[in-house]
C-alpha cells in the first residue's frame, strides 16, 4: 500500500520569498513516481513536478524545484519567489512503477499556500 | 495540449435521483479516472478505466458504477444519490502509467 502525508494544512508566505511545502511517502514499490499538482479556487488541477526515484537528480521546473531525499521518504516542493498567483492547494501525489501500482497514484491530503502582499 | 472535459462544473440533485456525471478526453489515452475530492481529505480513486469496457474499483468504489463504451469517454453513475456524495467529482485521463491529465471538477450537491 502507498501513503502520502502532507502535515501543514496550510501555509503563508511573503511575497518573493521562497517556501516549502512537505511531503513523505511511504511505498514497498522499489520504483515509483512522485508528482506535485496545483489546485487554484477554480478547481482544476495543474501538474507542476515529477521526480523519478530512481533519477540522480533533483527535478526542477521553473520556480518549482523538489527536494527529494530517498532515505527518508520525503519529496518536499520548492517554490522560489512566490508570486501572488502562486495561491492555491498543492498536492503530493505518488505513483508505483509496477503494473498495478501504475494505474493507482495515490494524493495526500494537501497543503494551502497563501501568498500575502 | 490535452483536453479533458466534464459535463457541468456545478450540479444539485435530490437523494434518490440517479445522477450521470460525463468525462471526455481527447488525446486517446487509454487509463481515465474518476477521484472524490474532499477537505481535509485530497483526492480518493473511485474507479479507473483502462481500456474500453474495462474497469477497475478504486479506494471508494461504494454507491458508485461506471461505464467506458468509447475510449474517450467515461462516465461516472450515482444509482441512488445520497447526501454523503455531496462532493467535487475530478476526472482524470493518462496514457500508460504517465501523469494525469484533469478536468475542470464538478461540484455535485446531493439535497
Known amino acids: 500500500a502507498q501513503k502520502i502525508t502532507q502535515t501543514q494544512p496550510g501555509m503563508f508566505v511573503q511575497e518573493k520569498e521562497a517556501v516549502t511545502l512537505d511531503c513523505t511517502y511511504d511505498?514497498?514499490?522499489?520504483?515509483?513516481?512522485l508528482f506535485w499538482y496545483k489546485q487554484p479556487s477554480s478547481g482544476e488541477m495543474i501538474f507542476l513536478i515529477y521526480?523519478?526515484?530512481?533519477?540522480?537528480q533533483n527535478a526542477t521546473e521553473g520556480r518549482y524545484s523538489l527536494n527529494f531525499q530517498k532515505a527518508r521518504k520525503s519529496a518536499n516542493l520548492v517554490i522560489s519567489a512566490s508570486q501572488l498567483g502562486d495561491s492555491a492547494m498543492y498536492f503530493c501525489?505518488?505513483?508505483?512503477?509496477?503494473?498495478?501500482?501504475?494505474?493507482?497514484?495515490?494524493f495526500g491530503s494537501g497543503t494551502q499556500l497563501t501568498v500575502l502582499p | 495540449d490535452v483536453k479533458v472535459t466534464q459535463s457541468s462544473r456545478y450540479l444539485v440533485k435530490r437523494t434518490g435521483e440517479k445522477v450521470f456525471l460525463e468525462c471526455v478526453q481527447d488525446?486517446?489515452?487509454?487509463?481515465m479516472f474518476w477521484y472524490r475530492q474532499d477537505p481535509g481529505l485530497g483526492l480518493r480513486l473511485i474507479y479507473f478505466?483502462?481500456?474500453?469496457?474495462?474497469?477497475e474499483k478504486g479506494d471508494i468504489p461504494e454507491g458508485y458504477s461506471v461505464s467506458r463504451e468509447k475510449k474517450e469517454r467515461f462516465s461516472l453513475i450515482l444509482e441512488s444519490a445520497s447526501t454523503n456524495q455531496t462532493s467535487m467529482y475530478l476526472c482524470?485521463?493518462?496514457?500508460?502509467?504517465?501523469?494525469?491529465?484533469f478536468g475542470p471538477g464538478t461540484r455535485l450537491t446531493v439535497l
Open positions: 501525489a505518488m505513483r508505483g512503477d509496477f503494473l498495478g501500482s501504475a494505474r493507482q497514484l495515490t
Open positions: 482524470a485521463s493518462s496514457f500508460q502509467g504517465r501523469r494525469r491529465f
Open positions: 478505466s483502462y481500456d474500453v469496457k474495462m474497469k
Open positions: 521526480q523519478g526515484s530512481y533519477d540522480q
Open positions: 511505498t514497498s514499490d522499489p520504483s515509483y513516481g
Open positions: 488525446m486517446d489515452h487509454e487509463n
